[in-house]
């Protein structure tokens, strides 16, 4: 991903009429695909540290649309999305490295406290200086916004979760600015006055707008939800932005709820994704912490211990107060498929589904980063090759003192084909803990 078919591009094209092959159907004419992802601009230095998710956020798009002889018309566009730090970089081209340390720094087991301490003073003192008098470009944000792309309320934004969305202006990817849900830097300011945004207030409101790369929309209420993960307590804290556009005049007025704290996440982690049904949120607090306070402990900043229990916090979609956790064995989880509820006939949710991709280690963090993960101890090779049951269900009327739940007999899974979800003789070990 830094050489070859992989390698970075440099050169960006405005909507430029492209050819192609096959059929376009009718229903794509008048949209646009995006993709994101990361492209690092500085990439002199091909022996540095490096990880897949590195680089400056990159967006490319086709945009389909109708010729004058009722033909489609694809368009391709591609540009890099101007963060602080892609701006500061083309400011300073003496950089033979790029201002933010590398993830392959922060997870290698071989990176001495040292050499991470100097990459971070490395970039803070980047920082300090792009904010002094002669400076072409402060960094006030240090997102580089290369994860994904959504779109909400006549917003399209770019998200990675070291900082808050950045808008987007379709269909010629330009960026506008920083949205931190109430406006964007770069719209027109409104007259009304607004909550403070993401993040809120105080010294720690910087941290608290680093928000979620995968935001999720309601296709019914099309409300927006996120979540803002910090290394200080609570750890997370939860938004839901609501739509303000084509609402009919009977629709309530939407309530928009910002920064709400999430009680119970046990410390710092690497949390990437989450669930989100029609009623229903899911926070998954999972044993691989994102803590600079591992270094303290002779660990890696990003750290996966498969000794800790895996627990998912569900509550109500507006009532995070009133989360109930859920624990079982160590997994990784940096996706979710779907989420939804099972209703009974009178119409009440009698459970909650999360349908994602589990995985029993975290090497996909170091392979990403070119890493040898680390050498395994027996505990670790004790829970990595334990059969984990395609699907399990968390018994709401299990103990909270740590019993077991009981075991999903008659689930809709073992309807399934039996490769795909073998049944399996072993007690459940999904248990609730509070």
Request: charge should be negative; glycine fraction near 6%; include cysteine.
């Amino acid at each position: 991903y830094l050489e070859g078919n992989f390698a970075p591009i440099h050169q960006t094209l405005p909507l430029t009429p492209c050819s192609y092959t096959g059929t376009i159907p009718d229903e794509l004419i008048g949209g646009q695909y995006v993709r994101n992802g990361g492209n690092p601009v500085t990439n002199e230095d091909l022996g540095r540290d490096a990880h897949w998710f590195d680089g400056d956020g990159m967006l490319s798009g086709v945009l389909c649309r109708r010729g004058e002889d009722d033909e489609p018309v694809p368009e391709f566009v591609n540009q890099y999305i101007l963060t602080d730090v892609y701006l500061s970089t083309l400011a300073t081209p003496s950089l033979k490295s790029p201002i933010l340390p590398s993830i392959a720094t922060l997870v290698n087991p071989l990176s001495s406290l040292l050499y991470i301490c100097l990459r971070v003073f490395r970039t803070l003192l980047l920082v300090l200086l792009s904010h002094l008098p002669g400076s072409k470009q402060a960094i006030k944000k240090i997102s580089v916004a290369n994860t994904a792309i959504l779109y909400h309320d006549g917003r399209a934004l770019a998200t990675c979760e070291s900082g808050p969305p950045m808008r987007i202006a379709l269909p010629g990817l330009e960026t506008v600015g920083w949205y931190d849900g109430n406006h964007a830097e770069g719209e027109p300011a409104s007259s009304t006055p607004e909550e403070t945004g993401f993040g809120g207030e105080g010294i720690l409101s910087f941290m608290k707008e680093w928000t979620t790369a995968h935001p999720k929309v309601d296709p019914v209420t099309c409300e927006m939800l996120l979540f803002h993960s910090t290394f200080a307590p609570p750890y997370i804290h939860y938004s839901i932005v609501p739509a303000t556009r084509n609402l009919s005049p009977s629709s309530p007025k939407p309530t928009k709820l910002l920064n709400a704290p999430i009680s119970g996440v046990s410390s710092a982690k690497m949390m990437h994704d989450f669930g989100v049904s029609l009623t229903h949120t899911v926070i998954m607090d999972l044993p691989l912490s994102l803590d600079p306070l591992n270094l303290a402990k002779n660990k890696p900043v990003v750290a996966y211990d498969s000794s800790k229990s895996s627990r998912f916090g569900v509550f109500p979609r507006r009532e995070p107060n009133s989360v109930t956790w859920f624990e079982t064995d160590a997994c990784c989880i940096f996706h979710t498929a779907n989420t939804w509820d099972t209703v009974d006939e009178t119409g009440n949710v009698t459970s909650v589904n999360l349908l994602a991709c589990r995985l029993t280690s975290a090497s996909l963090v170091f392979s990403a980063g070119n890493i040898a993960a680390p050498q395994p101890t027996k505990q670790t090779t004790d829970a990595v090759t334990r059969a984990m049951p395609f699907s399990e269900r968390y018994d709401d009327d299990a103990g909270t003192d740590g019993d077991h739940a009981s075991p999903c007999s008659g689930s809709a899974w073992e309807k399934a084909p039996v490769l795909e979800s073998p049944h399996i003789e072993r007690p459940s070990f999904l248990s609730r803990t509070s």
